[in-house]
């Protein structure tokens, strides 16, 4: 069985999850610094930071104050949405307009996202 969680308890949750995915950027732009130079590094962290922006907009459509504590699973379906949007548009400026390295670009990102489903999987069980 599981319980359910309250609104406080997803808040503190959905807030925490782009902490930890500027951490772990931070520690993966750490190690291509170390192994590739800085260049791989600023990707690697662009890439964690793209993903931690979408996090971020995720937890403020859940979060936001002005809303119904009912309609949970809404606005954690419109705040993925959004999420997506802005992983998206940040992801075409990436590319667009700077001379990112695109492997550490991708690998700092994807280490992120995958923090983002492990805390939620395991939070909301």
Excluded: C
């Amino acid at each position: 069985m599981t319980e359910h969680m309250t609104f406080a308890e997803v808040k503190k949750t959905v807030v925490k999850i782009p902490i930890y995915q500027v951490i772990i950027g931070l520690l993966i732009a750490t190690i291509f610094y170390f192994f590739q130079g800085q260049s791989a590094a600023i990707s690697a962290s662009s890439g964690a930071l793209i993903s931690a922006l979408g996090s971020l907009a995720f937890a403020v459509i859940v979060t936001w104050p002005f809303g119904d504590t009912q309609s949970l699973v809404g606005r954690m379906f419109k705040g993925e949405i959004m999420k997506f949007i802005v992983i998206g548009i940040l992801f075409y400026v990436a590319i667009t307009n700077y001379t990112f390295q695109l492997m550490p670009l991708l690998i700092g990102f994807i280490a992120t996202l995958l923090a983002f489903w492990v805390a939620l999987l395991t939070s909301f069980k």
